[in-house]
């Protein structure tokens, strides 16, 4: 059974400081990961899809990286602003289907 | 302007009563979702739909029910028998219910039921 988990559970840092969010995952055999960012309240926002074939992704200030062998993917955000600050989540799905394993989350406090 | 919507932002209903939850969108998209988030437990399924007039169950589908009578739309309803309703209802969909696309979520409803 397939299990996401993301480590912390919340991060706190100074702005303009690179960080690193993690997710790791049971089962290597994924066909995509998806990293997604929530402000409170709010939806989930979609940052950056990496297919199984991929090693990374990026979108400005963002890059996700992928590793199936060790389970791993690693979002990496530059130059963090205040307004990075949210909850970022990663997801997998389930076999060949749309439906998404997530993982529970961290929630990123970027200090002014 | 493409994308998904759902209404209302906010819910309130008393215990016992049936609840419908809108989903819309205009992404022309064949796959539709429903995902239930609740503070520490992350966000699980509760149905899902791969094209109009069909739909399965996830997760937790015990307590609701769903339509799919047009491409666009993706109803939930609440009823009664779930017994713990209250809680952050996303509505999420892709071009195909298959894992090489981009999920897309709409806005999201708060149900509180008292």
């Known amino acids: 059974k397939q299990e996401v988990t993301q480590i912390p559970a919340a991060l706190s840092v100074p702005e303009g400081e690179n960080l690193v969010l993690n997710c790791s995952f049971t089962?290597?055999?994924?066909?995509?990961l998806q990293w997604f960012r929530q402000d409170p309240g709010k939806g989930l926002t979609s940052l950056l899809l990496?297919?199984?074939?991929?090693r990374e992704q990026t979108s400005g200030r963002l890059n996700a990286s992928l590793d199936k062998s060790s389970g791993r993917s690693t979002l990496y955000i530059a130059a963090s602003q205040p307004g990075d600050s949210a909850t970022y989540l990663c997801?997998?799905?389930?076999?060949?289907?749309?439906?998404?394993?997530f993982g529970q989350g961290t929630t990123l406090q970027v200090k002014p | 302007d493409g994308g998904i919507t759902q209404s209302p932002k906010y819910l309130f209903r008393k215990e016992g009563q049936n609840v419908t939850l809108s989903c819309e969108q205009n992404l022309n998209h064949d796959a539709m979702y429903w995902y239930r988030q609740d503070p520490g437990q992350g966000l699980r399924l509760i149905y899902y739909?791969?094209?109009?007039?069909?739909?399965q169950k996830g997760d937790i589908a015990e307590g609701y029910s769903v339509s799919r009578e047009k491409k666009e739309s993706f109803p939930l309803t609440v009823t009664s028998a779930q017994k713990n309703p209250t809680a952050f209802y996303l509505c999420?969909?892709?071009?195909?219910?298959?894992?090489?696309?981009?999920?897309?979520f709409g806005p999201g409803t708060r149900l509180t039921v008292t």
């Open positions: 990496i297919q199984s074939s991929q």
């Open positions: 089962d290597s055999a994924i066909y995509n």
């Open positions: 999420a969909s892709s071009i195909q219910g298959r894992s090489l696309y981009e999920q897309y």
């Open positions: 739909s791969q094209i109009v007039n069909d739909f």
């Open positions: 997801a997998v799905p389930r076999s060949n289907t749309g439906k998404l394993i």
